[in-house]
């Protein structure tokens, strides 16, 4: 499944660098014109999806890392640090 322009740029947006954790919040409504909670849901989606790996395989292998990561916390109760 081929990435569409949307999914190309919310994975784009998901690789800058952030140094506080209002102005992401900020550029997703601005940038996508959605919650930061649907953008979260949708970037998910994204990583499903066999083209993400093409398009940006380091930025990708690195969010399902830390997805599992994070599945595995809730799992087991234990921190995972990211």
């Given at each position: ?12 947006f998901?690789?800058?660098?952030w ?36 398009h ?27």
């Open positions: 499944q081929q990435l569409d322009d949307r999914d190309q740029a919310i994975l784009d998901e690789g800058q660098r140094r506080y954790v209002g102005t992401k919040e900020t550029a997703i409504r601005e940038t996508f014109d959605m919650s930061p909670t649907r953008y979260y849901q949708v970037l998910g989606a994204v990583l499903e999806k066999p083209g993400a790996v093409a940006n395989p380091l930025l990708v292998k690195r969010l399902l890392r830390l997805r599992s990561a994070r599945a595995a916390v809730r799992v087991s109760g234990r921190r995972v640090r990211a």
